[in-house]
């Protein structure tokens, strides 16, 4: 059974940083993984994807410039590297992984986490 496990999520200030991690077991290769995050009262939508094989990243232009996506093959890891924050940023923040490789979409990710909260006070 694939589980996915945050972490790394609190409460920074607008500018500040923060690290997300997310670790996987049941299972020693993916497609992909990606961040996706919900703020109240809006849609999931997504902020960071990479490719296990290659390690293409591709990235929500909301973010882009300040996230960064990256894995560790062999800790079975992905890690999302959150600078400059804004307020806008607050949000629960998934994990999500896929099985073989089929695009960003969100529909296309078979496994998620349960989530962690980001709260970025301006």
């Known amino acids: 059974q694939v589980q996915l496990v945050e972490s790394g999520g609190g409460l920074v200030q607008a500018g500040g940083s923060l690290r997300l991690s997310c670790a996987a077991s049941g299972r020693t290769f993916f497609g992909a993984m990606g961040w996706f995050r919900q703020a109240p009262g809006k849609e999931r939508e997504f902020v960071a994807g990479i490719r296990w094989s290659g390690g293409s990243t591709y990235y929500a232009d909301s973010v882009k410039d300040r996230f960064t996506i990256s894995r560790d093959n062999a800790k079975i890891t992905v890690y999302l590297q959150m600078n400059k924050l804004k307020s806008e940023d607050t949000a629960i923040y998934y994990c999500?992984?896929?099985?073989?490789?089929?695009?960003?979409?969100?529909?296309?990710?078979?496994?998620w986490g349960q989530g962690t909260q980001v709260t970025v006070s301006s």
């Open positions: 999500a992984a896929q099985r073989y490789y089929s695009g960003i979409s969100m529909s296309l990710y078979d496994y």
